[in-house]
């Protein structure tokens, strides 16, 4: 009895592993492409479609609310329209592997209670992709919540410019997500063109952020890149809070009715070759350490760096202080040094170079006494060269009751680091006076 029962077993086995190659053997079944055309319904077609096929939208415009809860592609033919109807969210993804794309994405509900958005990816729809979309009248364009690995791409993203500030939606919003590529969108007329939180490991690269409250609102997130993105005409360009191992580089902030970018709290991170300028500050630092600021470009702000709270052992070399009214306002304890490697450049640096190796031969001193009342007699600035304002300098120099701690700078260089500097004077936020 038992070896029949052996031979049983083996013959079962053989029949089910016969069964599996059998099944392996037979391809998998195409994604099919569903067409949807005026007139006609694409949550409809959302519901047939099987996960992996792509539904394309032609040229109409398509009342209503859709719900993606299956991974499938989304396509628009010649920028349909998909109108929320001022309600609720435009378009909810509930799955992961959802790309939507070639869309106009248009009038979604107005209360920030529920985040309407013109897209909700909601809570594991990872991997989601929205790309070359057009965000018309939306709360917020994007809400993208503890979604990992999304990508969202070249959208024009217009917030609901006739609501104020406060009851504005934000362009993208990120919160609690991992390894997000926001690139090379279009945001404004929103409360804040981007806002991250708690969102680690992200690329913000070639984006356009302007005419909103911040460019960026950033906080407690770790080991993001924010590169190539322009910021102008907000209250704020980039503002980075609570945060470790950032990089942040080619950036321009300019033209921002506050700062340019604000460095808040900030660790062992790296900000190097942005050009900010025209700004009401140009860097407004605080609580910021052991940070390297190098290479950047401080041009024409009203304050170039505001420097305060305890902001210590960061390295800043190889900048560039040009025709700021002030270039530095800082209040401390002690002098600090910059620039004890290179030096950074300063434009009302009056040394001189007698040796001819590109640094000047006097420290440079900001805020001294003649910085102090060149600032409350602004005609004094006519008379800066002349014997009487540098003999009044050194005299500040040797006398340190007569100065207060500053920023000093041992190897002033005698040239700018980026001799294209010219181009970013007078880009000023419109004011009335």
Same mark, same amino acid.
């Given at each position: ?7 049983? /077993? ?20 195409a994604?099919?492409?569903? @067409?949807?055309?005026?007139?006609? *319904?694409?949550?409809?077609?959302? %519901?047939?479609? *099987? ?8 040229r109409?415009? #398509? ?11 989304? @396509? ?6 998909i ?8 378009i +909810? ?38 790309r070359?979309?057009?965000? *018309?009248?939306?709360?917020?364009g ?13 959208n024009? =993203?217009?917030?609901? $410019?006739?609501?104020? *500030?406060p ?7 990120? #919160? ?8 090379? /969108?279009? =945001?404004?007329?929103?409360?804040d063109?981007? #806002?991250?939180?708690? +969102? ?5 690269? %070639? ?16 080991d ?13 360009g ?9 990089t942040?580089? /080619?950036? @321009?902030?300019?033209?921002?009715s506050d700062?340019? =970018?604000m ?6 991170s790296? =900000? ?14 605080y609580?910021?350490e #052991? ?9 024409d ?18 900048? %560039? ?8 306002r800082?209040?401390?304890a ?12 300063? +434009?009302?640096y ?16 900001a805020? %001294?006494?003649?910085? $102090? ?5 602004p ?6 060269? +002349?014997?009487?304002v540098q ?11 007569? $100065? ?5 700078d ?20 419109p004011?009335?006076?």
């Amino acid at each position: 009895m038992k070896p029949l029962t052996a031979l049983r /077993n083996i013959a079962m086995a053989a029949l089910l592993a016969a069964s599996l190659l059998a099944m392996l053997a037979v391809p998998a079944a195409a994604a099919e492409v569903w @067409r949807v055309k005026a007139g006609e *319904s694409i949550q409809a077609a959302i %519901d047939r479609a *099987s996960p992996g096929d792509t539904i394309e939208v032609e040229r109409a415009r #398509y009342f209503g609310h859709l719900l993606i809860d299956k991974p499938l592609t989304l @396509r628009g033919i010649d920028r349909p329209t998909i109108d929320g109807e001022l309600k609720e969210n435009t378009i +909810s993804v509930k799955a992961e592997d959802v790309t939507i794309e070639g869309l106009i994405i248009a009038n979604s509900g107005g209360d920030t209670l529920y985040q309407h958005a013109g897209v909700y990816i909601y809570p594991g729809s990872h991997k989601a992709v929205v790309r070359n979309c057009d965000f *018309s009248y939306t709360l917020f364009g994007l809400w993208i919540e503890k979604a990992n690995d999304v990508l969202i791409e070249n959208n024009l =993203i217009t917030g609901k $410019r006739d609501f104020d *500030s406060p009851r504005r939606g934000n362009g993208i919003q990120l #919160y609690n997500t991992r390894r997000a590529r926001i690139i090379g /969108n279009n =945001i404004s007329f929103v409360r804040d063109a981007l #806002y991250v939180d708690v +969102s680690h490991d992200a690329l913000f690269r %070639d984006n356009r952020l302007h005419h909103s409250r911040y460019g960026t609102h950033y906080m407690n997130a770790y080991d993001n890149v924010w590169e190539g993105n322009d910021s102008w005409m907000n209250r704020g360009g980039l503002a980075l809070m609570e945060v470790r191992r950032l990089t942040v580089r /080619n950036n @321009r902030a300019w033209a921002n009715s506050d700062h340019g =970018i604000m460095l808040r709290t900030i660790q062992d991170s790296v =900000i190097e070759n942005n050009v900010v300028a025209g700004n009401q500050r140009g860097f407004f630092i605080y609580d910021a350490e #052991y940070n390297a600021l190098r290479g950047n470009a401080v041009i024409d702000n009203r304050v170039g760096i505001h420097l305060w709270a305890g902001s210590k052992n960061n390295q800043v070399e190889g900048n %560039d202080f040009i025709a700021n009214r002030e270039q530095v306002r800082y209040v401390g304890a002690r002098d600090m040094v910059w620039g004890e490697q290179t030096g950074n450049y300063w +434009s009302n640096y009056l040394g001189w170079d007698r040796d001819g190796d590109g640094a000047g031969d006097v420290r440079y001193e900001a805020n %001294d006494m003649v910085d $102090r009342l060149s600032w409350r007699h602004p005609m004094m600035k006519l008379l800066l060269a +002349s014997p009487a304002v540098q003999t009044l300098r050194l005299v500040g120099q040797q006398f340190p009751l007569l $100065r207060a701690p500053s920023i000093v700078d041992p190897k002033p260089r005698m040239q700018p680091h980026n001799p294209d500097w010219s181009q970013w004077r007078g880009r000023y936020f419109p004011r009335s006076e």
